[in-house]
C-alpha cells in the first residue's frame, strides 16, 4: 500500500491545534460548551478532513478541560469524543478514540470514580513489557512484519556490528532482548559468507527476565540455521529476575571473544528505576564490547507536566496510528489486538498514570546521549554501509515512500513522513582504570 495524499494525520493534529489556539483566544474563561467547537476547521479541507480535524479538536479541548480539572465540562467533550471517534475507523479515529478513554481514566482517578489504580496497572504493564521483550506475539510479529521501522533499524545496526567485528574469529553477541532472534538470522547470515576470515564461533547470550522456554525455542531454531550454514554456533539463555540483577558472570565472556551488544527497545523501559540502567551499563562497560547498538522510541514521553507529554504522545500515536492504517488492512485482527492490547496500555499509562505508577518514560536521543556520557560511552558514526541497509529495507516496503530516513549527529532516525518513530544509534566505551572507574556512575 502507498501513501494517501492529503493531510496526514499529524497535519490534522497540528491544523486543529492551530485553530483550536484561535478559538480559544476568542472564548470566555468560562466558556465549556462543546458546541462551540464544532465548525472550527478551516476552509479548503475535503469534507472528511474537515471532519477529521473537528473531532481532533474536540480531544484538544477535552485535555484542557482535564488539565485544567474542570471535570464538568471535560465529561461533556468525552461524550462527543466517544460518541465520534471508533476504534475499526480511520486512523485520526482511532487515535481519538484511544486518547479520549486514556483522559477519562485519568478524569475517573482524578475524581475518585476509578480507585484501582495502585499497582495493579502499573503490573500488568510490565508484563506487558516482559513479554514484548522476551517473545512476539501473532499480533507483534504481524506488526513487524508489516511496519517498516524495525527491520529498517534491525539490518542497518546489525551491519554496524558486523563491521565492528570484521577481523574477529570469536564472536560473543550479547542479545539484550532476543525475541524471536531474527535480528540473529540476519547477523549469521552475513558471518556465515565471510569468506575472507572464517568464523571459528558465533556465541549467543539471551538475557531474559520471563519466558525461558520461548527464549530457549528461539535458540534451538538459530541453532538450525547455523547448521544449515555450517556455522560454529552456541547459545546460551541468561535469565535473571530484573535486568538490574545483570553482572558480569552473567555471560561468561572468554578470552579472544570480541563481544558486542544488542540492545532494541529495552533501556526506556528502565527509566522509573535510574539505578536499573546505570547498574546495566557499567556492566556492559566492564565487559568492553566492540559495539553497543541501540534502537529506542524517539519520543519524549517522560516530562513531568500532563500538558507537555499530551501533545508529544499525541503527533507520535497519530504518526504511528497513521502507519498503521496505511500498511496493515482495516479490519486485521493483529492490528485490533496491537492497538487494543498494547498500544492501548501505553497511551493509557502516558496520559493516566503519575509518579510511580506512570512506567513508560520514553526520551529523545539527544537525552541518551546525555545520559551515556556521564557513563563514559563514546557514540560512534553509523557507516555509509549501514545507511544503505536502511534506505534499502525501506525501499522493500510499498509504503517506503511514506518512512523518512534522517541523520542526526552520528545517530539516524527512523520516521513516518516527517515525524520520528525509532533512533537507533552505535556506541564503544571509554577505556577505564580503576582509579577514573569510580567517578563514571
Known amino acids: 500500500m502507498s ?46 478532513e474537515t471532519k477529521d480535524v473537528e473531532l481532533a479538536h474536540l480531544l484538544l479541548a477535552f485535555a484542557e478541560k482535564v488539565a485544567k480539572q474542570q471535570y464538568g465540562c471535560a465529561r461533556k467533550l468525552q461524550n462527543l469524543c466517544h460518541f465520534l471517534s471508533s476504534s475499526c475507523g480511520n486512523s485520526v479515529q482511532r487515535v481519538v478514540y484511544y486518547f479520549a478513554k486514556a483522559l477519562q481514566e485519568k478524569t475517573d482517578r482524578e475524581t475518585g470514580r476509578n480507585a484501582s489504580e495502585g499497582s495493579e496497572s502499573r503490573d500488568v504493564l510490565a508484563m506487558h513489557f516482559q513479554e514484548a521483550m522476551a517473545s512476539s506475539t501473532p499480533a507483534l510479529m504481524a506488526c513487524f512484519l508489516e511496519v517498516p521501522f524495525y527491520q529498517i533499524t534491525e539490518f542497518a545496526g546489525i551491519q554496524a556490528i558486523v563491521e565492528s567485528v570484521a577481523s574477529a574469529k570469536k564472536i560473543h553477541f550479547i542479545d539484550l532482548a532476543i525475541r524471536t532472534g531474527g535480528h540473529c538470522i540476519v547477523l549469521m547470515q552475513a558471518l556465515a559468507t565471510r569468506y575472507e576470515c572464517p568464523i571459528e564461533l558465533l556465541k549467543v547470550t539471551a538475557v531474559g527476565v520471563t519466558s525461558r522456554e520461548k527464549i530457549e525455542d528461539t535458540g534451538r531454531r538459530l541453532a538450525q540455521f547455523a547448521e544449515a550454514w555450517k556455522l560454529p554456533f552456541s547459545f546460551k539463555v541468561a535469565m535473571v529476575k530484573d535486568i538490574k540483577d545483570v553482572n558480569e558472570d552473567t555471560f561468561e565472556l572468554e578470552d579472544g571473544e570480541a563481544a558486542a551488544v544488542y540492545c532494541p527497545l529495552l533501556l526506556c523501559s528502565t527509566m522509573r528505576q535510574p539505578s536499573c540502567s546505570e547498574s546495566l551499563i557499567k556492566v556492559l562497560r566492564n565487559l568492553n564490547p566492540h559495539l553497543m547498538v541501540i534502537t529506542e522510541i524517539e519520543a519524549n514521553h517522560n516530562s513531568p507536566t500532563f500538558t507537555n507529554r499530551f501533545n508529544e504522545a499525541l503527533l507520535y500515536y497519530s504518526a504511528y496510528f497513521e502507519c498503521l492504517d496505511v500498511c496493515m488492512d482495516r479490519g486485521s485482527a493483529y492490528r485490533m489486538e496491537l492497538e487494543e492490547t498494547y498500544l492501548s496500555l501505553e497511551i493509557k499509562n502516558i496520559i493516566a498514570s503519575e509518579g510511580k505508577e506512570r512506567i513508560i518514560r520514553r526520551m529523545k536521543i539527544d537525552a541518551w546521549r546525555t545520559l551515556f556520557a556521564k557513563s563514559g560511552m563514546v557514540e560512534a558514526e553509523l557507516s555509509l554501509s549501514s545507511l544503505y541497509q536502511a534506505d534499502l529495507v525501506a525501499k522493500q516496503f510499498a509504503c517506503g515512500s511514506c518512512c523518512t530516513l534522517d541523520t542526526k549527529g552520528k545517530g539516524l532516525l527512523v520516521g513516518w513522513k516527517g515525524t520520528p518513530i525509532l533512533s537507533l544509534s552505535v556506541w564503544k566505551f571509554h577505556a577505564v582504570n580503576a582509579k577514573t572507574a569510580k567517578y563514571l556512575m
Open 3 to 48: 501513501c494517501v495524499p492529503g493531510l496526514s494525520t499529524v497535519e490534522v493534529m497540528r491544523v486543529a491545534r492551530a485553530s483550536f489556539i484561535q478559538f480559544s483566544s476568542r472564548r470566555s474563561a468560562d466558556d465549556c460548551m462543546p458546541a462551540r467547537v464544532l465548525g472550527s476547521a478551516p476552509l479548503g479541507l475535503s469534507d472528511q
